[in-house]
């Protein structure tokens, strides 16, 4: 697969067709497996990330579902296309910054993404649009189970299946959920919120998980162990929480428009105004302004932009993918007066909308 292809692709997870995918922007969940008999990376030589690379991408091929997904090397990859997978979701920022012989299986929907040599020899995702965990959960046992027919896993009768962090092993599952919750932010019950997920163990990390800042007001909320819970009662844990969450953003926002109408109007107006007049501005404050017209056009403050539009757009002008857009690379003073060009064609009817 060339990257230049997905450049013009629009991932399932951008859509915005889920369930309450006004506030939640996708499900995703994550497995970490490790061939038997194989060191794992971190301990592992040159030779023997190149033969688990080798042997994976070449079972993965000879299952079923290889016949469905296109594989790229991401060791050969350029720094700027390493760095466009990433901001797609599709493979981490650990992956895009290791070294060594590794690749990454990704289906055309964008929905299953297969990371070979991450952190653990297979990490399988899959990430649906809105709230659909279960939906995400079912895909991804089939997904599993097919590999699980052709590789074997490195798997304990007592601990489960083995991984390279301790907070993995278990069941290798992990659980999360992307969320735009503005309006916690704007009346400031967010640290309070989030207080209350890590009494229950939950992480809150930003927009590219683990290690990564919230931007725009998107957060992803997972679970932090896995080891002594089954993958139904995890889904369950963070399943559970997520509604809550959904409440509590619904609320604050039926505050916002009862009580501050004006003020809110205001903010999303001037982001409104910002995105489509700016001669320069930097990714964050792009991040942060779309953020706003996004709830904007939630609470009906702006009609003649839609959510998969922001969606897309918030994706699309992050500094990879535009350098892919524009088919040059750039650097920080020039990508800033580029991504204002893009936003100000965009909003002047100059950019197809999201399909």
């Avoid at 162990?225 to 969450?245: F, M, N, S, Y």
């Amino acid at each position: 697969m060339k990257i230049d292809t997905l450049t013009d692709a629009i991932g399932e997870w951008l859509r915005g067709t889920g369930p309450e995918s006004d506030i939640v922007m996708s499900s995703r969940v994550r497995l970490a497996r490790n061939i038997a008999h194989f060191p794992f990376v971190s301990r592992a030589s040159e030779q023997e990330r190149f033969d688990t690379e080798a042997l994976l991408r070449e079972r993965i091929a000879a299952a079923p579902i290889g016949g469905s997904l296109e594989y790229i090397d991401v060791g050969h990859l350029e720094e700027i296309d390493r760095q466009f997978l990433v901001e797609r979701q599709l493979i981490s920022r650990e992956h895009a910054e290791a070294q060594g012989a590794r690749g990454v299986a990704i289906d055309g929907r964008e929905q299953v993404s297969l990371m070979i040599n991450e952190e653990d020899h297979l990490r399988i995702q899959c990430m649906h649009s809105g709230l659909d965990l279960a939906g995400a959960f079912e895909q991804i046992r089939a997904v599993d189970e097919e590999i699980e027919k052709v590789v074997p896993y490195a798997f304990h009768p007592r601990w489960g299946y083995l991984t390279a962090c301790p907070t993995n092993v278990g069941t290798g599952i992990r659980v999360s959920v992307m969320l735009h919750l503005p309006a916690l932010v704007i009346t400031r019950q967010i640290d309070k919120v989030f207080r209350s997920l890590h009494k229950i163990s939950l992480a809150v990390r930003g927009l590219y998980g683990e290690g990564s800042q919230a931007m725009g007001d998107f957060y992803q909320i997972s679970n932090q162990t896995t080891l002594g819970k089954t993958e139904e009662e995890l889904i369950e844990q963070v399943g559970d929480v997520v509604p809550v969450l959904i409440d509590y953003e619904r609320r604050a926002r039926e505050f916002l428009v009862r009580e501050t109408q004006e003020n809110v109007h205001d903010q999303v107006s001037r982001a409104y105004g910002i995105l489509r007049t700016a001669q320069t501005i930097s990714a964050e404050e792009t991040m942060q302004l779309l953020s706003r017209v996004r709830m904007g056009v939630l609470l009906g403050l702006i009609g003649d932009v839609t959510i998969p539009d922001i969606n897309v757009l918030l994706v699309r002008t992050q500094p990879a993918h535009l350098q892919k857009i524009r088919g040059v690379e750039l650097d920080t003073n020039d990508r800033n007066i580029e991504r204002a060009r893009y936003l100000r064609h965009h909003f002047e009817g100059g950019t197809e909308p999201a399909n």
